[in-house]
């Protein structure tokens, strides 16, 4: 069943996010099978406290243990110290199969 990380993020540097982290990060989902469904900035906030302009992205995984072992893995470790001081995310991972239409 596949897996879907769904990140919110408040991002302070943009520029320094995409350079370190977002360069990083985005070459690790594809070596550890994910791919990239939505990378969105500039979300409007209808409701809660996530904050207006923030960036939303959405990566889909083959399944919720290939999203952990990219999560877990040293490589992505290394990455995320990259957005400390530039960016305050929220992670969620869901399984969910696909909807019939």
Do not use: H
Not at 55 to 67: G, K, L, N
Not at 80 to 86: A, E, F, H, I, P
């Amino acid at each position: 069943m596949p897996a879907y990380m769904i990140v919110t993020a408040t991002i302070s540097d943009r520029e320094a996010f995409l350079s370190g982290y977002g360069a990083k990060a985005a070459a690790l989902v594809e070596r550890f099978g994910g791919q990239y469904l939505m990378r969105a900035p500039g979300a409007q906030l209808l409701e809660g406290g996530f904050g207006d302009g923030g960036s939303v992205v959405i990566s889909q995984w083959p399944s919720r243990e290939a999203a952990l072992a990219f999560w877990n893995s040293p490589e992505y470790g290394e990455a995320r110290t990259l957005r400390q001081g530039v960016a305050d995310c929220q992670v969620l991972l869901i399984e969910a199969p696909a909807i019939a239409s």
